[in-house]
């Protein structure tokens, strides 16, 4: 009889313990609307679409800049050159980020490798088989660079800024506008006239009519009136072809440039003995940063923060 009056108080006693949980826990809940727990904040990373192998890899903020960098800046130039190159590589993929993050139909990656699309990158291993024995020589100043400015990010009314760059300018940068169709507040025409003395600054391809034709077929129809070719040319005032009557058919200069393989679409024409002339200045689409030219100003004195102030106008360097 006891041990039955014990069996029951013991019963009862984990009812009591029990019935609170019963009673404040909603068993309709399923456990996949349960709020989860709070995560850690992002780490610094992107993702990358590889175009020679179409993987989406993610790396770190520091290794990715790193490559860019590597890619795209020569390790001989100024120390203030190469963090002018990091604030712009940096904040151009967060841009591409910040794009991708707050679209209604976003992509699977911020960046691609394409130059002819994002920015250029190499990796660590492939760094290494490039420079071979003087690898370290070549990576130490680009290495310092990031080290010292990276997760400086400049803004323009409080977003990443679309910081693109270019090799040498036509001694003028040329607008987002004038090269895209789309205006920029802080993508405008400046000065950089220290581009000139580049060896890349001017060079000249020779073709012959019918290489040219061939070129522009898909942008015109031949009327074999070489010598008329390429009339009413339209420049920008820091001498961008923005347009140019080509066999009768207005075509963009950019398109020109695109499809005979110029450096640049600031050129001239000339046509002699069934050939074409095409003289060419700067290397590139010439918007934003002059690369050559932050290099030069940073051998006169400037500093990184003044090159970025200088080719992208009106926006603001946050600190990390």
Not at 141 to 153: D, F, H, M, S, T
Not at 230 to 238: E, N, Q, R
């Amino acid at each position: 009889m006891k041990n039955s009056y014990l069996v029951i108080a013991i019963v009862l006693c984990l009812g009591m313990l029990l019935l609170p949980l019963i009673a404040t826990t909603d068993t309709t809940t399923p456990l996949s609307e349960l709020s989860p727990t709070p995560l850690a904040p992002t780490q610094d990373v992107f993702l990358v679409l590889d175009d020679k192998t179409d993987e989406i890899i993610t790396l770190s903020a520091k290794d990715y800049i790193t490559g860019v960098v590597c890619a795209e800046m020569s390790a001989s130039f100024s120390p203030e050159a190469l963090k002018a190159q990091t604030v712009a590589a940096y904040t151009y993929a967060s841009y591409k980020r910040y794009m991708r993050q707050n679209s209604s139909d976003p992509t699977e990656y911020d960046v691609t490798t394409s130059i002819g699309t994002d920015q250029a990158y190499i990796s660590e291993e492939a760094a290494k088989e490039k420079y071979g024995e003087k690898y370290e020589q070549y990576i130490s100043p680009i290495k310092q660079a990031v080290e010292q400015v990276l997760g400086e990010i400049l803004t323009y009314n409080g977003a990443p800024a679309l910081t693109v760059y270019h090799s040498v300018s036509s001694s003028n940068t040329n607008s987002a506008k004038d090269v895209w169709g789309q205006d920029y507040p802080y993508l405008q025409s400046v000065a950089s006239k220290l581009d000139l003395m580049s060896e890349n600054y001017a060079s000249e391809v020779t073709l012959s009519a019918q290489e040219v034709e061939t070129a522009l077929k898909d942008l015109c129809e031949s009327d074999g009136d070489y010598a008329n070719w390429f009339k009413d040319i339209v420049t920008s005032p820091s001498g961008l072809v923005l347009s140019c009557n080509v066999a009768g058919k207005s075509i963009k200069g950019t398109d020109i440039r695109k499809a005979l393989g110029l450096k640049s679409a600031t050129f001239y024409v000339s046509f002699s003995d069934d050939t074409f002339t095409f003289s060419v200045y700067g290397y590139g689409h010439g918007v934003g940063m002059s690369q050559y030219g932050a290099n030069c100003m940073a051998l006169k004195g400037y500093t990184y923060k003044e090159i970025l102030d200088h080719y992208y106008p009106g926006c603001t360097l946050k600190n990390k």
